[in-house]
């Protein structure tokens, strides 16, 4: 039996035993007697019961490091929305078993624990690369890259879960849109240049009024400000 049949076979005796008989009343014996190896044979490829269930997620990670590896300073927020992109096909690709991964977990409250767990590594390997990205060692610089990289992981995350649930029939693309969304919420780090460079700020607020009859009072009050 060649390795990823054997793999295979294992996850599939796994998730047609926790079907049949539940998770906590399944055993490695039973799931690795069901997929016709040995005991031995399991753990070669799965540290415990539970990691028969939950995909390779240092895999994953390492995918994601890579890809954003690639990226320069220009280009990191596509990279993010890049590996985002990459983990979600990843779930596509596994097709009805991530459902049935789903339905699991949202059942077992250690499986919850372990999928929250797993969740936290995705969000510290983004936040550490904002961090860098930002170049930007104050508090707030901290605080903006937890709160990117959490609004990073919702996104994808929220996106996933509709498409768990059969809600979303063209996931990535809601994934790109979101992401489109999140980022637009954080705009990039200045240079020095530019920070210490001056100049108007013009905030945008949408109005009723057109255009032709809004450009005589900006023009006064950009003038107004030129002025002091």
């Known amino acids: 039996m060649s390795k990823p049949a054997a793999r295979i076979r294992l996850s ?7 079907d049949e008989r539940g998770y906590e009343q399944t055993t490695v014996d039973d799931i690795a007697e069901r997929a016709g190896v040995g005991r031995t044979t399991f753990f070669r490829y799965y540290p415990a019961k539970e990691d028969v269930i939950f995909p390779d997620h240092d895999r994953m990670l390492d995918q994601i490091k890579d890809r954003l590896a690639t990226s320069s300073h220009e280009t990191a927020l596509a990279a993010v929305s890049d590996a985002v992109r990459l983990v979600l096909l990843h779930y596509l690709d596994e097709g009805d078993l991530a459902r049935r991964r789903y339905r699991l977990t949202s059942k077992v409250a250690a499986l919850r624990d372990r999928e929250i767990a797993s969740v936290a590594r995705y969000q ?7 961090s860098n990205w930002l170049g930007d060692s104050s508090e707030s610089a901290s605080l903006r890259s937890e709160l990117m990289a959490a609004s990073v992981v919702a996104a994808h995350n929220h996106v996933l879960r509709r498409w768990l649930r059969g809600e979303s029939p063209d996931p990535v693309g809601e994934v ?3 992401m489109r969304e999140v980022l637009a919420l954080f705009p990039g780090p200045q240079s020095r240049s530019e920070t210490d460079a001056g100049g108007t700020t013009v905030v945008a607020f949408r109005s009723g009024q057109d255009i032709d009859a809004l450009l005589p009072s900006l023009r006064r009050l950009l003038g107004d400000h030129s002025e002091r």
């Open 124 to 130: 510290r390997l983004f936040r550490e690369f904002i």
């Open 176 to 178: 790109d849109a979101a």
């Open 12 to 18: 599939e005796a796994a998730f047609a035993l926790f």
